[in-house]
């Protein structure tokens, strides 16, 4: 399971299928479903997003949530996009309380269907604002759609105690393309200026394996 919380919104909880796997193609998607969620609720999206998340290589800090975050700003989806890896000790965060919670409670009872488990999450995750459960059943292929406009970015994915980057910003420049930049942090906590990286100045490929068929999803999401 995965979860959005959205800061003034609410939470949203995604339960995943083992079958479906797992990384940035999972964690993008249930990005882009809350977006996606918003819109259709005409919420605003704001100029600037900006997203928290685990300091985990595998789902969240590498290359493909820096190109999705990227896209959003080249779409003009937002002016600015950013993303921060939670230091350790983020474990008392709200989002992180949640999920914690969630499985002291849902190891209390037998759960014999899916919707009985949706059902539950959707109980148990009241005190957190919980606005929906979805259920899965594909995920969108972010890895193939950025693979052929994108090169490799490297030297952010260290542990979180030696020297890295953890905070990364995302914007056009005077040109139109998307910049990067992130600071990188050391043992000592210290801060060298930002390097900035231009990312890629135009997807013109076919996104038809990305198409959300929502009706109602206002077009400024769409892709």
Not at 72 to 91: I, K, P, W
């Amino acid at each position: 399971m995965m979860g959005v919380m959205v800061a003034g919104k609410g939470m949203y909880a995604y339960l995943v299928r083992a079958g479906l796997g797992g990384g940035s193609n999972l964690a993008c998607t249930c990005l882009y479903l809350t977006l996606l969620e918003l819109v259709q609720q005409k919420q605003p999206i704001g100029a600037h997003i900006n997203v928290l998340l685990d300091n985990t290589g595998a789902e969240n800090k590498n290359n493909y949530m820096i190109y999705f975050l990227a896209w959003l700003v080249q779409r003009g989806v937002c002016d600015e996009a950013s993303f921060f890896c939670m230091m350790v000790g983020h474990t008392y965060t709200e989002l992180d309380q949640s999920f914690s919670t969630l499985l002291t409670q849902m190891g209390q009872v037998a759960m014999y269907t899916v919707k009985d488990m949706m059902d539950r999450i959707y109980q148990y995750l009241q005190p957190y604002d919980c606005r929906d459960v979805e259920d899965l059943h594909c995920l969108w292929d972010w890895k193939a759609f950025f693979a052929p406009h994108t090169g490799t970015l490297q030297g952010f994915g260290t542990n979180q105690f030696g020297s890295g980057m953890h905070e990364f910003l995302l914007r056009k420049d005077r040109n139109g393309q998307v910049m990067s930049a992130s600071p990188r942090r050391t043992q000592h906590a210290r801060t060298t200026p930002c390097t900035y990286a231009c990312l890629f100045v135009n997807i013109g490929a076919s996104l038809d394996c990305l198409l959300y068929t929502s009706d109602a999803a206002d077009d400024s999401l769409r892709v």
